[in-house]
């Protein structure tokens, strides 16, 4: 008796055979992401001391690149300081444990993040070519890679920049910037997690142009379209500065950029599959 294939079994499932598989999936990505937050959790000293409350010393090493690129081209000393004129506190009961639990969780996603991926992989692979799922390993690290360069560029660029800013901004000398715990790790979350998901720009153009959604030409003929929005999503994420906005703005222009060369990349191959089936037919 001859063995089915992939696709055969794939069709035979039902729209509840589907459901039930990426149930078992989104089961494994879960568990994946506690056992990296318990580890986080665990490791709290570390976790808060050195990487979420980082950012917020002077010696932090943007503060200290950023500091001698000003001297360097005499800009302002905004960012050559010995404190930055704010502390931290917690105004509720809960607050800290609160805290401690929604940063080992971001933790734990952001580590468990290719394998969140792989999983993603697996439920949607069965549906794929042959040929397409031999690429696999390459979709997965390349999905990692330009997450975990989201999440650095957001860490060391976009949180810095904007604790700078809101941190040492004041209406009044008889205000004082007593930031509540739970709005710092939301700016760190926030500034770190849309980073990384911003980062995906490619993957997601990759597949999009795959269905046929998303074209080379469609993309650069709305590329000054792009760039407006670009510039939009940058002043949302960022201190309402030019220089941080265009900062934030030029990674996610070169990420564009690189999204036709993908997108070129997609519809060349894809020709060449269709003149080889036209020859072989």
């Given at each position: 008796?001859?063995?089915?294939?992939?696709?055969?079994?794939?069709?035979?499932?039902?729209?509840?055979?589907?459901?039930?598989?990426?149930?078992?999936?989104?089961?494994?990505?879960?568990?994946?992401?506690?056992?990296?937050?318990?580890?986080?959790?665990?490791?709290?000293?570390?976790?808060?001391?050195?990487?979420?409350?980082?950012?917020?010393?002077?010696?932090?090493?943007?503060?200290?690149?950023?500091?001698?690129?000003?001297?360097?081209?005499?800009?302002d000393d905004s960012f050559c300081?010995?404190?930055?004129?704010?502390?931290?506190?917690?105004?509720?009961?809960?607050?800290?444990?609160?805290?401690?639990?929604?940063?080992?969780?971001?933790?734990?996603f952001i580590v468990a993040f290719?394998?969140?991926?792989?999983?993603?992989?697996?439920?949607?692979?069965?549906?794929?070519?042959?040929?397409?799922?031999?690429?696999?390993?390459?979709?997965?690290?390349?999905?990692?890679?330009?997450?975990?360069?989201?999440?650095?560029?957001?860490?060391?660029?976009?949180?810095?920049?904007?604790?700078?800013?809101?941190?040492?901004?004041?209406?009044?000398?008889?205000?004082?910037?007593?930031?509540?715990?739970?709005?710092?790790?939301?700016?760190?979350?926030?500034?770190?997690?849309?980073?990384?998901?911003?980062?995906?720009?490619?993957?997601?153009?990759?597949?999009?142009?795959?269905?046929?959604?998303?074209?080379?030409?469609?993309?650069?003929t709305y590329r000054k379209y792009?760039?407006?929005?670009?510039?939009?999503?940058?002043?949302?994420?960022?201190?309402?500065?030019?220089?941080?906005?265009?900062?934030?703005?030029?990674?996610?222009?070169?990420?564009?950029?690189?999204?036709?060369?993908?997108?070129?990349?997609?519809?060349?191959?894809?020709?060449?599959?269709?003149?080889?089936?036209?020859?072989?037919?």
């Amino acid at each position: 008796m001859a063995k089915k294939s992939v696709k055969e079994v794939v069709k035979e499932m039902s729209f509840l055979d589907h459901l039930e598989d990426l149930r078992w999936h989104l089961i494994r990505c879960v568990i994946a992401v506690l056992i990296c937050a318990t580890a986080a959790f665990l490791s709290y000293k570390f976790l808060f001391d050195v990487v979420l409350l980082g950012p917020k010393k002077a010696d932090f090493v943007t503060y200290d690149i950023l500091c001698q690129l000003a001297q360097l081209v005499h800009l302002d000393d905004s960012f050559c300081f010995e404190e930055l004129p704010f502390r931290i506190q917690s105004r509720k009961v809960a607050g800290q444990f609160s805290a401690h639990i929604w940063m080992s969780i971001t933790a734990g996603f952001i580590v468990a993040f290719p394998y969140i991926i792989y999983q993603f992989w697996k439920f949607i692979s069965p549906g794929l070519h042959h040929t397409e799922r031999r690429h696999a390993r390459g979709f997965i690290t390349a999905s990692s890679m330009l997450f975990f360069l989201g999440v650095l560029f957001g860490y060391y660029v976009i949180t810095p920049l904007s604790i700078n800013f809101l941190g040492s901004y004041q209406v009044s000398k008889e205000v004082f910037n007593d930031f509540d715990l739970s709005s710092y790790t939301g700016l760190v979350r926030a500034s770190v997690l849309a980073s990384g998901l911003i980062f995906q720009l490619p993957i997601v153009i990759y597949f999009l142009t795959k269905i046929g959604l998303v074209t080379p030409e469609f993309l650069k003929t709305y590329r000054k379209y792009a760039l407006v929005i670009i510039l939009v999503i940058s002043a949302v994420i960022t201190p309402p500065d030019i220089a941080s906005q265009v900062i934030v703005a030029i990674p996610v222009l070169i990420l564009y950029e690189v999204s036709i060369v993908i997108a070129k990349w997609v519809v060349r191959k894809q020709r060449k599959k269709e003149q080889q089936l036209k020859k072989t037919s």
